[in-house]
């Protein structure tokens, strides 16, 4: 079955900590790899996405994700996170034969100031 | 340019009656995609829409139904509402259809359904 698991459900840290959000995915194929973040009271928004090349991509806000195939994994990085990154992460991914995105269930993250 | 536009934003419907969520794409965009989103859980895809034909349905009843018009917006419809419907309801546009290499997927707001 197709599926997106994300390891920790709540992650809390304090400003210029680490980040790193685990992300593995079910697939038979070739696949497309998203993460999304949802800031309180707004939409999804694109973070970043992998599609082909370089396995290690970077989005904005400085945020940074590697995907690596064997592992079937695709983990969201930032080296020092801020207040405003609080907010709820969700990895993705659609088959490139496919037609729906499939979401895992979100890590919501909070950044003491 | 506008985003994915969505309406109503917040609607309140009681058990049994039927709701329809409209939905527009980004300019230039064909592909339209509805998804649910229940409170602490990741979107689920109900349907898709390319060129306005159904290209691909999620694990839904058939209670839940949608089209797309030929400007590309959309409209969801769901009948014989439940308490579990409640929800919010996601729109999202993109430039080609499924999977195809560098197609990205832009969400609007949601309209958020109580189902009382």
């Known amino acids: 079955a197709q599926s997106v698991s994300q390891h920790n459900h709540h992650v809390i840290l304090s400003e210029a900590a680490s980040l790193e959000l685990g992300c593995n995915y079910s697939y038979g194929g070739t696949v497309n790899l998203f993460w999304y973040v949802q800031y309180p009271g707004q939409h999804l928004q694109l973070l970043l996405k992998y599609f082909s090349g370089d396995p290690l991509v970077k989005g904005i806000k400085g945020f940074e994700a590697e995907f690596i195939k064997s592992k079937f994994s695709f983990n969201l990085r930032k080296p020092s996170v801020q207040w405003s990154d609080t907010a709820e992460y969700f990895c993705a991914v659609m088959g490139t034969g496919g037609f729906k995105t499939i979401f895992g269930a979100g890590t919501r993250l909070f950044v003491k100031a | 340019d506008a985003g994915v536009t969505q309406s109503p934003t917040h609607l309140i419907k009681t058990r049994g009656q039927q709701v329809t969520l409209r939905c527009s794409p980004i300019s230039g965009h064909k592909s339209v995609s509805w998804y649910q989103q229940v409170l602490g859980q990741g979107p689920q895809f109900i349907f898709q829409?390319?060129?306005?034909?159904?290209?691909g349905r999620g694990n839904f009843p058939d209670r839940f139904s949608a089209r797309q018009f030929p400007n590309y917006s959309s409209e969801l419809n769901v009948n014989a509402l439940l308490l579990g419907d409640s929800a919010l309801y996601l729109c999202a546009s993109s430039l080609a259809a499924g999977g195809a290499s560098g197609n990205t997927i832009y969400f609007g707001e949601g309209s958020w359904l109580t189902v009382v």
């Open positions: 829409y390319y060129e306005k034909e159904e290209r």
